[in-house]
């Protein structure tokens, strides 16, 4: 293990080292096929990583793997469900995110309060606040929230920023950040920024004891899931930062579980702004890979991979539409992520990818052959391809109703699933 990473790590090594039969055990069932990891949502988060899919990029990799697995790298952590599922398994493991939320919501699973009882009367009590007669959160949030519902939550601002405790404050963020929506205009249904003019917000205080009970039930499970190894519990961490400009060493990490942002699909920023508003975070969508807009004309040198190019050059208009630009910048940006996850893994380490291609009246947008020949430039070798089913489930249909975001699933439209395992030569 690499010195530089103690201090990010814990001591990984010793710990994992100190317990090889575990590992043997991990791959005896993996090559079984019963490695199972169990995980909570904590938060209406988009596109969150579910049990069955990490569970299965955790098994693939022990079966590709040669030698130990020290520490597992989640580039786009999200809530930090891949680094839980680590844990579980008795394995060291670190995230990076560049969404503010998503760094608060898998410290809390990483790390929540010892006694969830106390969060719960505490919030509580909160929720019978009445705040001042006059709101000091901004214009906007208060348009989105109502006048009632805007006094309440400066008060519970106000009282968010007297807690001393760093576990106790991050739990009662998190139970703020789930209600803002519920308590909102935001149409009931949509996935996007979308307003219900004729709703009437509900009362935030009945929503925040709600969403308090709802993520206490997750942290108690997530506690009673910690694996310990040598009598020390598995290290796992998730820091604020870039996939694309990873602050790790080379060679630094053994493997990677993840799945990278879809093209276009989500913007994290927008369908979690009530939070952002709320909490005055940045919004660094420069940074944020699959961004839909903000992209300048600067195709000057640019090929794509072969399964977009027709994409990228026709039906998206090139240079000349945003949603060509986009395309182009999303490629860019995954380039350089793989460039780094090619300096970061150690040689023989192995990169696991869940990602989903859209079809629509048709016409597949095959982002998985994409991913596989952008491995293939970065230097990754063996790169292998499964089918994952999702039966009838759909993530984006393009039959959704664009003007109020609600779904339906009548569309000629869904996803397939693969996994992607390559190997760092």
């Not at 000091?136 to 920023?161: F, H, K, M, Y």
């Not at 195709?299 to 027709?310: H, I, K, L, Y």
Request: glycine share 10%; hydrophobic share 40%; aromatic share 8%.
């Amino acid at each position: 293990m690499a010195p530089e990473l103690v201090g990010r790590f814990g001591h990984i090594g010793a710990i994992v080292e100190s317990d090889a039969e575990n590992l043997a055990n991990l791959r005896v069932m993996a090559a079984r096929g019963s490695l199972q990891v169990h995980l909570g949502w904590f938060h209406r988060y988009p596109a969150r990583f579910a049990s069955e899919v990490v569970g299965s990029m955790l098994a693939g990799v022990l079966r590709r793997l040669d030698g130990p697995l020290h520490c597992c790298l989640d580039p786009f952590a999200g809530t930090g469900a891949a680094l839980a599922a680590c844990r579980q398994l008795g394995v060291g493991s670190h995230g990076v995110e560049l969404s503010r939320l998503g760094v608060t919501i898998g410290r809390l699973r990483l790390d929540p309060p010892p006694v969830v009882e106390d969060a719960i009367a505490l919030l509580d009590d909160w929720s019978r606040l009445r705040g001042p007669n006059r709101p000091t959160i901004c214009p906007e949030l208060q348009w989105w929230l109502g006048p009632d519902n805007s006094r309440v939550l400066s008060a519970l601002l106000e009282n968010l920023s007297d807690v001393r405790d760093v576990r106790l404050r991050r739990f009662a963020t998190v139970a703020i950040s789930q209600t803002l929506r519920p308590a909102s205009r935001w149409l009931v249904g949509s996935v996007k920024l979308t307003a219900d003019p004729g709703r009437e917000p509900p009362d935030i205080g009945d929503q925040l004891r709600r969403w308090s009970a709802v993520i206490a039930k997750d942290c108690v499970a997530e506690r009673l899931r910690n694996r310990i190894v040598a009598g020390k519990m598995v290290p796992a961490s998730i820091d604020e930062g870039d996939a694309c400009a990873l602050n790790l060493p080379d060679g630094s990490v053994d493997a990677v579980v993840t799945s990278p942002p879809y093209f276009v699909t989500y913007d994290y920023f927008s369908v979690n702004r009530l939070s952002y508003l709320a909490f005055n975070w940045p919004m660094p969508r420069t940074q944020q890979v699959g961004a839909a807009s903000g992209h300048t004309t600067d195709g000057v040198g640019f090929v794509p991979p072969a399964s977009m190019a027709t994409w990228y050059s026709s039906r998206f208009g090139g240079e000349y539409r945003a949603i060509g630009r986009a395309l182009r910048a999303y490629i860019q940006q995954m380039r350089l992520h793989l460039d780094e996850l090619h300096r970061v893994l150690r040689p023989g380490g192995i990169v696991a990818y869940a990602v989903a291609s859209s079809f629509r009246d048709g016409r597949d947008f095959d982002l998985t052959r994409a991913c596989r020949e952008m491995m293939i430039t970065a230097g990754f070798e063996d790169v292998q391809t499964l089918h994952r089913s999702v039966g009838g489930r759909r993530i984006l249909p393009a039959g959704r109703d664009r003007s109020s975001g609600r779904f339906s699933g009548t569309a000629d439209a869904g996803v397939k699933e693969r996994l992607i395992f390559a190997r760092r030569p």
